[in-house]
T-cell receptor
Framework: AQSVTQLDSQVPVFEEAPVELRCNYSSSVSVYLFWYVQYPNQGLQLLLKYLSGSTLVKGINGFEAEFNKSQTSFHLRKPSVHISDTAEYFCAVRSPSGYSTLTFGKGTMLLVSP | DADVTQTPRNRITKTGKRIMLECSQTKGHDRMYWYRQDPGLGLRLIYYSFDVKDINKGEISDGYSVSRQAQAKFSLSLESAIPNQTALYFC???????????FGPGTRLTVL
């Protein structure tokens, strides 16, 4: 079974500062990794995903994440955040099997202030 | 028009009542899911369906049931609602080609 740990429940940051949201996973097999974002009063939408290939993955809105197999991590980064990035961010994992489902972390609330 | 719709968007009900949450999609996906979101707990999978004839229990299926009426429709029922089922419920769809889940806007359910 897989599990996901998001180490920070809340990350406050000032506008235009860099940010990193941390995600660690546990799995005995290879994994697919995802970051989803939930803006206030909305459903989740995909930010980026790692399935295979390059370990540095670029997503929408200037976000990127790096898959580190030895550290079992998939941290999300943005070099300069905007007020509009205020949202909850979820890391998720699943096995490559076509019949597996996503396991989500508990989420990290990113609070961007002016 | 939204690709994944949920009705109702908000519902307040009383303990012991039966309630149905409905989900419809126009994305043509075979796979559909029901999740509940609680503050500090993230999203937890209730039930999922990989095609019309396939229904599977998720992590927290007790107290819930589902019906897959068609490729486009997947309903979640609470046979006898209880207060700890108060939560935000999301429906999602996915296809294997893009490996992306598409979420509805959510239904906020309050059980008094």
């Amino acid at each position: 079974a897989q599990s996901v740990t998001q180490l920070d429940s809340q990350v406050p940051v000032f506008e235009e500062a860099p940010v990193e949201l941390r995600c660690n996973y546990s799995s005995s097999v290879s994994v697919y990794l995802f970051w989803y974002v939930q803006y206030p009063n909305q459903g989740l939408q995909l930010l980026l995903k790692y399935l295979s290939g390059s370990t540095l993955v670029k997503g929408i809105n200037g976000f990127e994440a790096e898959f580190n197999k030895s550290q079992t991590s998939f941290h999300l980064r943005k070099p300069s955040v905007h007020i509009s990035d205020t949202a909850e961010y979820f890391c998720a994992v699943r096995s490559p099997s076509g019949y597996s489902t996503l396991t989500f972390g508990k989420g990290t609330m990113l609070l961007v202030s002016p | 028009d939204a690709d994944v719709t949920q009705t109702p968007r908000n519902r307040i009900t009383k303990t012991g009542k039966r309630i149905m949450l409905e989900c419809s999609q126009t994305k043509g996906h075979d796979r559909m899911y029901w999740y509940r979101q609680d503050p500090g707990l993230g999203l937890r999978l209730i039930y999922y369906s990989f095609d019309v004839k396939d229904i599977n229990k998720g992590e927290i299926s007790d107290g819930y049931s589902v019906s897959r009426q068609a490729q486009a429709k997947f309903s979640l029922s609470l046979e006898s609602a209880i207060p700890n089922q108060t939560a935000l419920y999301f429906c999602a769809t996915s296809d294997l080609m893009t490996d992306t889940q598409y979420f509805g806007p959510g239904t906020r359910l309050t059980v008094l």
